[in-house]
């Protein structure tokens, strides 16, 4: 994955502890990162997501996740 960026950012749910996982089957689900803070707060605000807390991770962490479901701004990254 060329140019990833340094620190990419996940929606955690402060009750559960879980990061916000996206997809509509139990195959398909997976966490959901944003490149930048602002994405992430625009997301939450579409979709109505007020209590949550925000992680910053190293960016890396999106080149394990090749070949697993994983959601990148909110689209999954292989365009299924």
């Known amino acids: ?3 990833l960026p340094d620190t990419v950012y996940m929606l955690v749910d402060p009750e559960t502890r879980e990061a916000l996982r996206l997809g509509d089957t139990e195959a398909e689900q ?3 990162f944003f490149t930048s803070r602002e ?4 997301y939450a605000e579409a979709k109505g ?3 949550y807390s925000v992680h910053a991770v190293p ?3 999106l080149s394990r996740m090749r070949g697993r479901p ?3 701004d909110g689209r999954r990254p292989d365009g299924r």
């Open 1 to 3: 994955m060329p140019n």
């Open 30 to 32: 997976g966490p959901a």
């Open 39 to 42: 994405l992430l707060e625009r």
């Open 70 to 72: 994983h959601w990148v």
């Open 59 to 61: 960016g890396g962490i």
């Open 49 to 51: 997501l007020s209590e």
